[in-house]
């Protein structure tokens, strides 16, 4: 029998990456009443916005005045592409910094126009910027284990990445199957070399729900020894460089599922739901995850 952990932190990823690829325009406030709700229902880490470029992710466009109105409880990140996105989040306040880069070449020139090697060339000195200014950094690792361009990428070319991402002093890695490909087997053995050879970092998973397996690969990296995970409200989600990937895995089937294993949370699942029909007001698809239809039928 696998020995599994007692408690799991939820990293809330809704309010930026559920909602960067979302058609409508959803308002500051509606976002800001998203947040807290979220907040409210006990998820204390978030992804909370993105200082991107307007251009390419409108949505995105208030990331300056989220960071300013949003109630500072727990660990609130902001996703930075560049210096100049770090920038603009620290000038406003932001302690806790995204960045990101992805394994597959192809990924990375289609996202950011650049190689990986050229992201990490670009990136070194803004990490060691960040941590010279006591600020958390998180490296998201997007297509590490399948790119929709390359295809399935090489474990060990997570890994080295990965590595060297620990080896500059990050706080936290979160591992991303960007285009939900992977099987519960793949996330068993990448996390669980990722667990014994990085041991030093937070280490999260981060699922989408493409081909419908992001609760098996959850519960494939619990057996691993992961104990966070980056989930989205809703499912809301979706990449706009990843032909074909839908949202990340519903935030409240996760916790539904986590609860009935016996899993601690901190997370009101009532709450969670009252937040998600809310933001479910804004949002142009139908939300229709298992625990949320339940919720629906029950209010």
Not at 33 to 42: A, T, Y
Not at 124 to 147: E, H, M, N, W
Not at 241 to 257: C, H, I, K, R, S
Request: proline share 4%; charged share 20%; hydrophobic share 40%.
């Amino acid at each position: 029998m696998f020995s599994l952990p007692n408690n799991v932190t939820i990293i809330e990823v809704g309010p930026r990456d559920g909602l960067q690829n979302e058609n409508n325009m959803v308002s500051t406030k509606d976002k800001l009443i998203f947040i807290h709700e979220l907040q409210e229902s006990g998820i204390k880490e978030m992804e909370i916005t993105s200082f991107v470029s307007p251009k390419w992710v409108p949505q995105m466009s208030d990331a300056a005045e989220i960071v300013e109105l949003v109630e500072k409880q727990g660990r609130q990140l902001v996703l930075t592409p560049n210096a100049k996105g770090v920038d603009r989040a620290i000038e406003v306040g932001a302690r806790s910094v995204a960045v990101f880069v992805g394994v597959s070449n192809s990924f990375n020139q289609k996202n950011i126009n650049k190689t990986t090697a050229e992201s990490m060339q670009g990136l070194k000195p803004v990490i060691d910027q960040l941590k010279q200014q006591g600020i958390f950094v998180r490296a998201c690792i997007s297509t590490a284990f399948y790119c929709p361009f390359e295809g399935k990428i090489d474990p060990e070319d997570t890994l080295a990445l990965c590595k060297e991402f620990a080896d500059w002093g990050v706080d936290e890695l979160s591992v991303a199957d960007t285009i939900g490909m992977a099987n519960p087997q793949e996330s068993y053995d990448l996390f669980s070399q990722l667990n014994s050879e990085i041991p030093n970092v937070l280490m999260t998973a981060h699922f989408h729900d493409t081909r419908k397996m992001g609760l098996a690969n959850i519960y494939a990296a619990l057996q691993a020894g992961i104990s966070r995970f980056d989930t989205s409200a809703g499912g809301l989600g979706g990449c706009p460089f990843a032909p074909g990937a839908t949202g990340n895995v519903a935030t409240e089937d996760v916790v539904n599922m986590l609860h009935r294993m016996g899993i601690t949370t901190g997370i009101d699942l009532d709450l969670l739901c009252k937040a998600i029909a809310n933001i479910a007001l804004c949002v142009s698809r139908p939300i229709d995850t298992g625990m949320f239809r339940l919720y629906q039928v029950h209010n």
